[in-house]
């Protein structure tokens, strides 16, 4: 395929990509299908002669459609939301096209300096402390990371570098791996199984930090204290704390993360053993933006880093998460390594953020380009208005739950997601969930919440109105009549 | 921005995106910036209010083309290729549109079950042996990942975890943190810097096997041997070897990689350690498609895990990173987390490789789209077709240095890359490529053969022609000449 071929064909995509957004609520949210249904549907080998671009785009429908998840029809209500908007995806393009890979800053100037000020721009929008901002002499600053579970090991590891660093300037003799095999982690039990991940691979004791129903699932400073008290009096070496503003798919550690927060932060700040504290807000993130939902990261003046996913809520398409530290030598030095065929004259210049040494994967797609186009087709104005304007349908979706005798709200609603289910065992949500999914109008996923079974309900496509939520309502209501009068009497 | 906007200016952007690979080579290849160019050109915060699309688009060529490298100039000939083609940024545009979250199959069925079948299809072209394809009942296959970094560092989770579960079986009183302080992986000393930075993230020993130039730098088995031999005796456990075919930036390993693997392959067949052996060749990869290269990758048989990049040489655009196993059971052990909202009834099929339970990050973008598009629209006939071309530029390169009695060559040429200097000092060496990439036309980067500063010459745009060629030799030999008549006598 030539550029003049691209031309048209890139055309008739673009016309493609814009029917399918706008029919997409006409499709089965949820597919039809059993695993392996799609290798029974194309040959087994490559072609060894080449096919027509006709004969590719009609098997989109034929092959790939069947088994979507569509996660940006308006009927989408599981997991949580993923970005998707028209400015992110043109952005995607022209990201392909100049297609350079972000390794080092003379690989492509442009792409690492305008992740640092998006990083900056971003940073202003949530009304982050200074230091976290990298200006043209902060010490701090902000990059992308592929997901928030990348954020919470990189953060790991360079507060396990920077344990060790610490503990050899007071001990030089001492061997690294006596100190590494002593070194905790702590995480509320209530967190996302990608930090237990990440402490696996670090090789770090990753300690889960108990939680009750009676505190709403809150880590108690408390009991946190205590453990630690005990660690170190069993020669251990406490290091990090990871907190989350909001669990990604449990919105009721919303509250968690406040007390949370707030509690270590006295504590913290109160004792010598710099114990890096990592703040992961993934989806809840995006709110911050907004006056009446800041507070709610209130105590990030004690983080040593700080994450959201911007390609959760933010109108950023996929993959966006965004990772601020206080200190950039502090990332720096848990990766830092000097080839000499990454060196170039600028290597030591401090004006920009050096991607090679901030996160895992080394090689980087130009992905600020979709930040600077979202950013400025939607002003801070537009963005603001959308993340309310989720949080305005979560509550109206509560408000009929509410309104209904035979079901219950299971935690607060505050950002976009409600948890509720029917009054009655735990067999009959499960019942009525699989009902509603084998239906493929709407889809949801569960959560459990203390030995209960809960549905989760997140308001997640860019397109959703008013209008879905109440027929979301009118079908589930639907099923749940239809199970409950299937229920022996 | 509403479909019917998004219709115009997606449109638009497939023009820009076609002049802009139409034009490329009058664009300077290599950027005349300064560190912090950008944040002078732009607001220092986000805009309140929306700007509009041609606010933005007009910023293109005034902020960020003036700090681009490249890439896909066909002057560009530093670090490696990376892969842009039509088909890729096509496949792209609907990857970004549909826009689902693949973290488990019932996130969307057809991204993890096409990428499976894809894998297939790469793996046959590749002639991998049967144990690494997938099909309907095999226990091996492949998944993709971001690079080869991730792909080296899954493998050598993988590796440890299956060292300690094998060692705890045998011993399952042993305390899991003395076995890994005990753990000792190797590479050559030729490596990627990824392999040192991977060994420090799962905090393992990573030993370099020292080489020789008289070798040409392969490892020598029996220097293996010796170094397993003696950390074996001082109660260390060998457990991963990593080798490469070729390394990414540095053509000098190609053949380092075709000793080493058949040297340790007798020696790890040859043992009952079951040492882990993964096979990167990150570049090379893609010219085993072509039987006449497909020798490089013999002793494979005896490989657990193997990795190359279609995002550097078989026009699949950046990040798709191939990777396969043996036995998928080995990664899945490394990583497996079983929550509750990722459950769903087709969990345990064994139809697919279940993508969160494969690679690092856990959610994915639907990347093997690029893949399909790829491979249909050019064939195997057509992706031989590209290879051997550019293998065949840079023997045209190679025979002009030859022809030319002031310049050497530094390594052999095998595939696309041609090592190269002027007879002389470092010093005159690095004056010539300082002028080579002030002068902006052509761009190339270094590297170190034995203390020798040595100039490195890959051929990597897809639309790289005999007369770029030319007039690239043309611009070297020119300032050559004048870089020799400065030089004192």
Same mark, same amino acid.
């Given at each position: 395929? !030539? ?8 055309? #008739? ?58 996660? =940006? ?36 100037? +442009?792409? *690492? ?7 900056? &721009? ?32 990189? +953060? ?19 061997? #690294? *791996? ?36 009676? !505190? ?6 408390? *009991? ?5 008290? #005990? ?54 993130? $995006? $709110? ?24 959760? &809520?933010? /109108? ?28 170039? !004259? ?11 040494? $901030? ?30 304007? =989720? %949080? ?22 505050? /950002?976009? /997601? ?26 949801? %996923? ?26 979301? &309502?009118?079908?589930? *209501?639907?099923?749940?009549?239809? %199970? ?6």
């Amino acid at each position: 395929m !030539d550029a003049a071929e691209f031309r048209r064909r890139g055309k #008739e995509m673009v016309d493609l990509i814009a029917d399918y957004l706008e029919n997409i609520e006409q499709r089965p949210v949820y597919p039809d299908v059993e695993p392996g249904y799609l290798r029974s549907l194309i040959p087994e080998e490559a072609p060894e002669e080449p096919e027509t671009y006709e004969d590719v785009v009609k098997d989109i429908e034929r092959v790939i459609m069947p088994g979507v998840t569509h996660w =940006h029809s308006p009927y989408f209500y599981a997991y949580f939301p993923t970005a998707n908007s028209f400015p992110a995806m043109l952005a995607d393009m022209l990201s392909g096209a100049i297609g350079c890979i972000g390794f080092s800053w003379a690989a492509s100037p +442009a792409c *690492t300096e305008l992740e640092t000020v998006m990083m900056d &721009w971003l940073g202003k929008m949530l009304k982050l402390p200074e230091d976290f901002i990298a200006g043209t002499h902060g010490q701090g600053g902000g990059v992308i990371q592929g997901t928030a579970s990348e954020a919470t090991l990189v +953060a790991l590891l360079a507060a396990r570098s920077r344990a060790v660093r610490m503990i050899l300037a007071s001990d030089p003799q001492r061997p #690294e *791996t006596d100190i590494t095999s002593k070194l905790v982690a702590y995480s509320s039990d209530q967190a996302h199984c990608s930090v237990e991940r990440a402490g696996m691979i670090a090789g770090v004791r990753m300690k889960k930090i108990p939680t009750e129903q009676s !505190d709403k699932y809150a880590v108690q400073g408390e *009991t946190l204290r205590r453990m630690i008290q #005990e660690d170190k009096a069993a020669g251990l070496i406490p290091f990090y704390v990871r907190t989350e503003h909001i669990h990604p798919l449990l919105q009721y550690t919303l509250y968690v993360s406040v007390l949370l927060v707030l509690h270590i932060c006295i504590f913290v700040s109160g004792n010598a053993e710099k114990i890096w504290m990592h703040i992961d807000a993934a989806y809840a993130g $995006s $709110s911050f933006i907004c006056p009446e939902f800041r507070p709610l990261l209130n105590g990030i003046e004690f983080a040593d880093s700080f994450n959201f996913n911007p390609h959760k &809520w933010l /109108l950023v398409n996929f993959d966006c998460s965004t990772m601020w530290v206080r200190k950039r030598s502090d990332l720096i030095g848990a990766f830092k390594m000097d080839p000499l065929y990454l060196k170039h !004259d600028h290597q030591e210049s401090g004006r920009y953020f050096d991607i090679t040494f $901030s996160c895992y994967s080394q090689s980087i797609r130009f992905r600020s380009l979709k930040m600077w186009f979202v950013f400025r087709m939607y002003g801070l104005k537009g963005l603001q208005d959308y993340i309310r304007k =989720h %949080v305005e349908l979560a509550k109206e979706f509560e408000s009929l739950v509410r309104a209904d005798q035979r079901f219950e709200i299971s935690a607060d609603v505050v /950002l976009g /997601l409600v948890c509720f289910r029917l009054k009655g065992s735990n067999e009959v949500n499960e019942t009525l969930l699989k009902r509603i999914n084998n239906g493929r109008k709407i889809h949801l %996923v569960p959560c459990q919440l203390s030995g209960q079974f809960v549905l989760r309900f997140a308001v997640c496509a860019r397109t959703t109105e008013s209008r879905h939520i109440r027929e979301a &309502w009118r079908l589930i *209501t639907q099923l749940a009549e239809e %199970v409950m009068q299937e229920l022996p009497n």
